[in-house]
């Protein structure tokens, strides 16, 4: 996977989505929402569209924008399909589990959800929550990413091979 001009200008747009998306939100912690985007786009430097998936993984499941929304932006499929996939949708009891199978199954969904929960868990993070609070994310995020850590291992020996 090389980074091209392309892939450039989808990584732009999708950080100015992201930003005008989430800027007025606030996480559970009070601070300003597109920190957290931002924070796992960068840790995935320099990977130029797994860091758009990063800017976008929760514009679609947290805003009115649309899977179609950005197709008509011009992001291409891969893109789209791990927008997709990233995206969660309630599907009831468990639905957690079977959201990270879905995760799963796709390599830069994979790869920004195990970021976006390393940033989940991050003590700077967890530290603003009440202690109850910060202990059941701790826990349900453990286990998410326990649950995702070898496909994350193999998909980022792949793709930073190919690029180095």
């Known amino acids: 996977m090389e980074n091209t ?6 990584l732009a747009r999708a950080a100015t989505i992201s930003a005008q998306a989430h800027e007025k939100d606030v996480d559970k912690s009070g601070e300003p929402y597109f920190l957290h985007p931002f924070r796992i786009a960068q840790a995935l430097s320099p990977l130029h569209k797994v860091m758009t998936v990063a800017f976008l993984h929760d514009v679609v499941e947290d805003t009115d924008i649309t899977i179609e929304d950005l197709s008509k932006e011009g992001f291409d499929l891969d893109i789209l399909a791990a927008t997709e996939a990233i995206t969660r949708r309630d599907l009831g009891p468990g639905s ?9 199954r796709n390599l830069f969904a994979t790869m920004v959800k195990v970021k976006d929960i390393e940033d989940n868990l991050s003590v700077q993070r967890l530290s603003l929550l009440p202690i109850g609070k910060a202990h059941q994310l701790f826990t349900k995020y453990s286990g998410a990413k326990s649950f995702l850590w070898e496909s994350y291992m193999k998909y980022s020996k792949d793709l930073y091979g190919r690029i180095i």
Not at 5 to 10: K, V
């Open 96 to 104: 957690y589990d079977g959201y990270l199978k879905v995760v799963q």
């Open 5 to 10: 001009a392309e892939s450039a200008r989808q």
